[in-house]
């Protein structure tokens, strides 16, 4: 077998980081990093679920469907958009824009995929040409709708591309409404604003990673993460994110994480050539590490063992992090093994019992020892894939942008459990709750039930 790890960890530094990351006392080393829960376990409540990592606790998740086959049911969407549907109790809430360019909620019966209600939300055009560097132009394989909705207990907090954030009650009514390009400046980001938000401590955490243009102006473009009161509007705290780098190294697509360990929380931000992290009651940064250069960032950073895993940009190094009490700037050997070579650009990994596994855009599969970086198999899909693999019950859930999803068995050989087809494109990343698959394609939502 090849050797694609490269340990960048050497022994030397195992004293001095202890020093260095570690608090003098109250470390205790059983004392572990977890996702903070987003909702109910069995719910899908915003973009990569309960948990904000691909992962569901559901059983008996259907492995194989078509059009004819374990489809509960199909509803025809008039619009479209990338953003992953949010599922909670008897709803399901998702956001589109149509070709009136309306930007739109729906509230459909989880358990039929009627329509319950839509409601117009904003009226904006979807840019397509822009002079270069002057103000964002999105890519055709995404629109206003690509930011994913988050519901919060009796809260639906929406977020488009044009700027617009705002929360509605479950039964449809609009609670406030900000736009963060009128309120912070127009986007400079290149190919389109599509960071979904969460929800932390009745707070709505935004963030916006983009082209300062420092190299064309005096006063360069501020990225930033911010922070609303759910409940009011309010805004509660805002920081100011400039990382070193230029041009389009700077812009960003990707979703804060929220961890936690004994009590107190963080929330950890990968892009603009560097990961770091932020106290969510505050906004205060608490580390910072820095020079991890690739280009822009599309892959989200996602937590397993106490270490994060995420990748540079731009198809660079996958990196793993092991989380310590990080304070300030973190130096590079706190990276604890990378991967070169046959990385995503665009679909996030997921990790499940020591295991990470990725998707590259042209459809490569790989999985890893998640402790060593080691590769255990690595097996060509076929398809080009955006959406980010999800995983219940022991399998691992790939879907490429032509409707076709391949179902691997979580283990350390590869072994294929089903192929299926549904006849879109899918470009959402697939939602699991109460059991059932909710696929988003272009022309309608589809949901997987036995």
């Given amino acids: 077998m090849i050797e694609i790890s490269t340990r960048t960890f050497p022994v030397r530094w195992l004293a001095c980081l202890t020093l260095l990351l570690l608090p003098a006392a109250g470390y205790a080393e059983d004392s572990a990093w977890k996702p903070v829960p987003q909702g109910d376990p069995t719910s899908w409540p915003a973009w990569r679920g309960p948990l904000g990592d691909g992962l569901s606790e559901a059983k008996n998740v259907p492995t194989k469907w078509s059009a004819t086959e374990n489809l509960a049911w199909q509803t025809p969407l008039a619009g479209w958009g990338d953003s992953t549907p949010a599922i909670v109790g008897d709803h399901v809430f998702l956001t589109l824009q149509n070709d009136a360019n309306e930007l739109r909620l729906l509230r459909l019966d989880a358990a039929t995929g009627q329509v319950e209600l839509n409601i117009l939300v904003d009226n904006a055009e979807t840019p397509r040409e822009a002079p270069r560097r002057s103000s964002q132009k999105f890519h055709n394989l995404h629109n206003m709708a690509s930011p994913s909705p988050v519901v919060s ?11 617009l954030l705002a929360t509605y009650s479950l039964d449809g009514e609009e609670r406030w409404r900000h736009n963060l390009q009128s309120e912070y400046g127009e ?3 290149w190919w389109g604003h599509a960071n979904s938000p969460v929800v932390f401590d009745g707070m709505v955490i935004s963030v916006c990673m983009q082209d300062s243009l420092a190299d064309l102006r005096k006063n360069p473009v501020e990225s930033y993460v911010v922070a609303h009161d759910l409940k ?34 963080q929330i950890i931000i990968m892009g603009g050539n560097a990961l770091d992290a932020y106290n969510p009651q505050t906004g205060k940064q608490l580390w910072h590490l820095p020079k991890l250069v690739g280009g822009r960032t599309v892959t989200g950073p996602v ?46 990994p997921v990790f499940l019992d020591g295991m990470l596994f990725t998707v590259t855009d042209d459809g490569i599969a790989n999985c890893y020892d998640a402790e060593t970086g080691d590769l255990h198999w690595r097996e060509r899909l076929g398809g080009n894939f955006k959406a980010s ?22 283990k350390t050989e590869f072994e294929e459990v089903a192929v299926n087809q549904l006849n879109d494109t899918t470009i959402a990343s697939p939602a699991i709750a109460h059991g059932k698959l909710f696929i988003r394609g272009k022309k309608s939502l589809y949901c997987i039930g036995n």
Wanted: hydrophobic content about 35%.
């Fill in 153 to 163: 207990g009796d809260s639906v907090v929406v977020h488009f591309g044009n700027g």
């Fill in 187 to 189: 986007y400079t980001i």
């Fill in 232 to 265: 009011t509007g309010e805004r509660r705290w805002f920081t100011k994110r400039m990382p070193e780098g230029t041009a389009e190294e700077l812009d960003a697509y990707t979703t804060p994480l929220l961890v936690q360990k004994d009590g107190h929380t």
């Fill in 303 to 348: 937590l397993g063992d106490g270490t994060i895993f995420t990748t540079r940009g731009m198809r660079k190094p996958l990196l793993a992090v092991k989380l310590a009490e990080f304070k300030g700037l973190v130096p590079e050997e706190a990276i604890e093994w990378t991967v070169e070579k046959t990385t995503p650009d665009t679909p996030s």
């Fill in 389 to 410: 693999p999800v995983a219940a019950d022991g399998k691992i859930y790939f879907i490429n942008i032509d409707g076709k999803c391949i179902v691997v068995a979580a």
